[in-house]
């Protein structure tokens, strides 16, 4: 084995637990001892070694299909022998009491849960500063933003302190993290994984994703995640693929590392027989806007005080937000505590007025264009610079100050509102070495071919230098 064991992708760990030339017990402490070593990085909120430890021993031998390969999950995932934290005081000591189906089943294919990860609390945000919890620091560039909310998951998976993760997805949560951290996350198609078991902030918009190293780790998880999962073996070629490439909103006012990557990413897939269709997606910002945020300030309130209910947690959701540390979270939950911001028959045609018609502005993109994907930068932006709690909410742009949040959403949150399949992959480095990631958006349910596609860009792209940890 030439690959130190923590820079091992989970398909050549696997290979190795089946083939008898790894052990999980040396594995597994390996992970241990630099998760040590980098615990300044805060991308757990629990990792017992001593548990990880015991259950491997008490699980011998291990199943296929991943015959004991680790994995994390981040922390607004169920799981009975660990707290389910969602990085907020109320939760601290949590623990509900039955595993979520997703961490179930990849229990249940032989993987070794190595803790829960740190979030953006409650699942908001993108920065990975929590008041309480700690400020997750980005593997490239400690003192920089992570992203989020799963800013955990993608920063322990690009540190080598496990190789695989499961994160969540509302408007960008696995795909924005991914990008700053040098990563590929993947959102499924809404609805393609059983989402029972997860703390909520939108029903219609949840959704758990697979953060890796690379695409065909991702494919490893998805085909374990997914009740009926894709061929993970099937191939996509990028000679005479059609890519849609829409200029508009989603390559406007780019940072100039971004544009100047992502530039050279399209080259790259052309020279390689992309077929690039310039062409944009008409009035794709106004639908987005007429779903986004009228959907979530309805559902989250309502949904978040359903899962304390049904899971038995000892608390109300008054009292869980009267507790909430990022005051940007909290100042969101108690305006729809004593008044509802988005009235019923808003957020109906939300849902059936609105978000059909986004979703028909893709549709006739990818059916008029005959694209099989929509190729933008993940995020506008790279990382920027840590700031305290409460001085975050700006980040600098082309010499302006923008919201942080919205900015870092601005082009994830789109076909997150379409439940389209979406996946980012590394496409460079900026000019001071932090990373930068391309999006690819997939017809609706195309989530197999979309992972086939991300392999092709994957290999066109150059790879990213490891953090230098």
Known sequence: MGTEPHWLSAVEAVRLLRDGDLKLEDYVEALIERTARLAALNTYVTHDPALIRRSVREARPRPGPLYGLPFALKDAIDTADLPTTATTPALREWRPR???????????????????????????????????????????????????????????????????????????????????????????????????????????????????????????????????????????????????????????????DVAAVTERALAGLAARGAVLVERDIPDVRRLNELVSFAVVLYEVGRELSAYLYQHSAPISL???VAQ????????????????????????????????????????????????????????????????????????????????????????????????????????GLSADGLPIGLELVGPARSDGRLLAIGEAVERALPPLPRPAL
Not at 126 to 131: A, D, E, H, L
Not at 177 to 186: I, M, R, Y
Not at 201 to 229: E, F, Q, Y
Not at 353 to 367: E, I, K, Q, W
């Open 98 to 256: 039955s595993n979520a189906p997703i961490a179930q089943r990849l229990l249940d294919a032989g993987g070794t849960l190595m803790g829960k990860q740190t979030l953006g609390e409650l699942s908001f945000g993108i920065t990975g500063n929590s008041p309480a919890f700690g400020a997750v620091g980005n593997p490239y560039a400690p003192g920089h933003l992570p992203g989020g909310s799963s800013g955990g998951t993608a920063a322990g998976v690009a540190a080598g302190l496990v190789p695989a993760g499961i994160g969540a997805d509302t408007g960008g949560s696995c795909r924005i993290p991914a990008a700053l951290c040098g990563c590929v996350g993947f959102r499924p198609s809404h609805g393609r994984y059983d989402r029972r078991g997860m703390i909520p902030i939108s029903s219609s918009r949840d959704t758990a994703g697979p953060i890796a190293r690379s695409v065909a780790d991702v494919r490893l998880i998805d085909a374990i995640c997914a009740p009926a999962g894709d061929d993970p073996t099937v191939t996509a070629d990028l000679r005479g693929l059609r890519l849609g490439v829409p200029a508009g909103h989603f390559y406007e006012d780019l940072d100039p």
């Open 324 to 427: 909430v540390a990022t005051d940007t979270v909290r100042e969101t939950l108690e305006s729809i505590l004593d008044e509802d911001q988005i009235s019923a028959a808003d957020y109906r045609e939300a849902l059936t007025v609105h978000r059909p018609a986004l979703r028909a502005a893709y549709g006739a993109y990818f059916a008029d264009h005959d694209v099989s994907a929509v190729v933008v930068p993940t995020t506008p932006l790279p990382a920027r610079p840590h700031r305290p709690a409460g001085e975050d909410r700006t980040v600098e742009l082309n010499g302006a100050s923008v919201d942080t949040f919205f900015t870092y959403i601005r082009n994830t949150d789109p076909p997150s509102n379409a439940g389209l399949p979406c996946l980012s992959v590394p496409s």
């Open 318 to 320: 008054r009292d869980l």
